[in-house]
C-alpha cells in the first residue's frame, strides 16, 4: 500500500530534551515536506526536500533541523524543544514538486511541557 | 494581509444545496492552486488541483480560478453529510516550491 508513515503518532517530552520524529515514504517520491497544524494558524511550511542531500527552508523553519540521506526517508529533528512546538506535525510526499498532489502521513501530536 | 485567505467559517449548508468556498491569495505570480479536505483528527487529502483560469470539473466538485482577481473557488454540489470537514486551500506562491495554506473553512452539512 502506497503510504507516509510518521513515528511516533503522539509525543509528551520536557523542554529541552532533544527528539526525532521519523518519515518515511514508498512511492519512490522525490519531493518530500514538514508542516505543523495549529488552529487558527492552519497548516505552515517547516522544511522541504526537492530530493536527496537537497532541503530547504519553508515559512516557520526554526527550531527545527531536518536531513535527506535516503530518498524515502526525511526525519524532523527537535534540538531543544520549547513549549511553543507543541503542535500537530504532518509529513507529506509528492511526485517531484508541488505541483503534484501532495500525500500526508496521519500526523504526529507532540506536547512539549 | 495574509497570503492566502479563507473564511474560517463555519458555514452551514443544507444536504442537497450547492456549498461554495472561497480563498484569494497575494502572489499575481502563483502557477499551482490546491483544495485539500480535512476531516476532524485526520491528515488533508487533496480535492482538486487547478492551474489555469476557469473550471474544473471532477464528479460533484467544481475549482475555479481568476488569476487577474487572485481568487480561486470550491464549489461541492449535491452537498451529502459526509462532505462535513474543514477545506483548505493551498497555493505555491511565487512560483517556488513551498506551499502556503489558508487557514481553512469548516464546513457543516445539514441533514
Known amino acids: 500500500e502506497a503510504q507516509v508513515t510518521q513515528n511516533p503518532r503522539y509525543l509528551i517530552t520536557v523542554t529541552g530534551k532533544k527528539l526525532t520524529v521519523t518519515c518515511s515514504q514508498n512511492?519512490?517520491?522525490?519531493?518530500m515536506s514538514w508542516y505543523r497544524q495549529d488552529p487558527g494558524l492552519g497548516l505552515r511550511q517547516i522544511y522541504y526536500?526537492?530530493?536527496?542531500?537537497?532541503?530547504d527552508k519553508g515559512d516557520v523553519p526554526e527550531g527545527y533541523k531536518v536531513s535527506r540521506k535516503e530518498k524515502r526517508n526525511f526525519p524532523l529533528i527537535l534540538e531543544s524543544p520549547s513549549p511553543n512546538q507543541t503542535s500537530l506535525y504532518f509529513c507529506?510526499?509528492?511526485?517531484?514538486?508541488?505541483?503534484?498532489?501532495?500525500?500526508f502521513g496521519p500526523g504526529t501530536r507532540l506536547t512539549v511541557t | 494581509q495574509k497570503e492566502v485567505e479563507q473564511n474560517s467559517g463555519p458555514l452551514s449548508v443544507p444536504e442537497g444545496a450547492i456549498a461554495s468556498l472561497n480563498c484569494t491569495y497575494s502572489?499575481?505570480?502563483?502557477?499551482?492552486f490546491f483544495w485539500y479536505r480535512q476531516y476532524s483528527g485526520k491528515s488533508p487529502e487533496l480535492i482538486m488541483s487547478?492551474?489555469?483560469?476557469g473550471d474544473k470539473e471532477d464528479g460533484r466538485f467544481t475549482a475555479q480560478l481568476n488569476k487577474a482577481s487572485q481568487y480561486v473557488s470550491l464549489l461541492i454540489r449535491d452537498s451529502q453529510p459526509s462532505d462535513s470537514a474543514t477545506y483548505l486551500c493551498?497555493?505555491?506562491?511565487?512560483?517556488?516550491?513551498?506551499?502556503?495554506f489558508g487557514t481553512g473553512t469548516r464546513l457543516t452539512i445539514i441533514p
Open positions: 507529506a510526499s509528492s511526485f517531484t514538486g508541488i505541483q503534484y498532489e501532495q500525500y
Open positions: 512511492m519512490n517520491h522525490e519531493y
Open positions: 526536500s526537492m530530493n536527496v542531500e537537497v532541503t
Open positions: 502572489d499575481r505570480v502563483s502557477q499551482s
Open positions: 487547478i492551474y489555469s483560469n
Open positions: 493551498a497555493v505555491a506562491l511565487g512560483g517556488n516550491e513551498k506551499l502556503t
